[in-house]
């Protein structure tokens, strides 16, 4: 069965530092997301991207966030200078609307 | 945008009992409500979800409920046991757009 994967699955980080997690959707889904779940807490949305482009992104999906699809595979969140309240698991997920397959997800540490 | 509710926050019932989990929503353009579950160190996973045009759908020991008139949607669980032991989520979203998360509830099946 088709699976959204992510990498790295934890990565440690000193605060100031860029970070980059990566996603490989399910190849023939079109909508792809990123959600981040502080321990303990609820799944919030980052960002949906639909046709190449951001279709929507939340309050904490600011400048210092970005993503990218930079081939045909693979879908990137890049936090520019990461801070001690960006400590959370990264879920990138995939859609064809409806259902959200989620990845593994990324631990991120930001010490 | 949308606002998703969940309670209780957490449950506890005896093995062979039933669960109920309620949420409600507030955006009139909400026509999708899955349900995820979510063992602990894991990925949210499907369980069951149901789209605006249907009041009720049962698979095995779960069912949903919706509401649309009331903006509410409730989780079933019969025959508890304990592997269903987890925190689960409710959401809401357009069929095609983002998912906003309930903030979870934990429910513990005691044997």
């Known amino acids: 069965e088709p699976e959204v994967t992510q990498t790295p699955s934890h990565q440690v980080t000193q605060m100031g530092q860029e970070v980059i997690l990566r996603c490989v959707p399910i190849?023939?889904?079109?909508?792809f997301y990123w959600y981040r779940q502080i321990l303990g807490q609820k799944v919030e949305f980052l960002v949906s991207f639909y046709n190449n482009e951001i279709s929507e992104k939340s309050e904490i999906f600011d400048d210092q966030f970005s993503v990218e699809r930079p081939d045909g595979s693979n879908f990137t969140l890049k936090i520019r200078s990461t801070k001690l309240e960006d400590s959370a698991m990264y879920f990138c997920?995939?859609?064809?609307?409806?259902?959200?397959?989620f990845g593994e997800g990324s631990r991120l540490t930001v010490l | 945008g949308e606002n998703v509710e969940q309670h209780p926050s957490t449950l506890s019932v005896q093995e062979g009992d039933s669960a109920v989990i309620k949420c409600t929503y507030s955006?009139?353009?909400?026509?999708?409500f899955p349900w995820y579950k979510q063992e602990l160190g894991k990925r949210p996973q499907l369980i069951i979800d149901?789209?605006?045009?249907?009041g009720e759908k049962k698979d095995q020991r779960i069912a949903v409920t919706l509401n649309k008139t009331a903006k509410h949607f409730s989780l079933h669980i019969t025959e508890t046991q304990p592997e269903d032991s987890a925190v689960y989520f409710c959401a809401a979203s357009p069929y095609w757009g983002k998912s906003t998360f309930g903030d979870g509830t934990t429910l513990t099946v005691k044997p």
């Open positions: 997920a995939s859609s064809e609307g409806g259902e959200l397959f």
């Open positions: 190849s023939n889904h079109l909508y």
């Open positions: 149901i789209r605006s045009n249907v």
């Open positions: 955006d009139s353009a909400s026509n999708y």
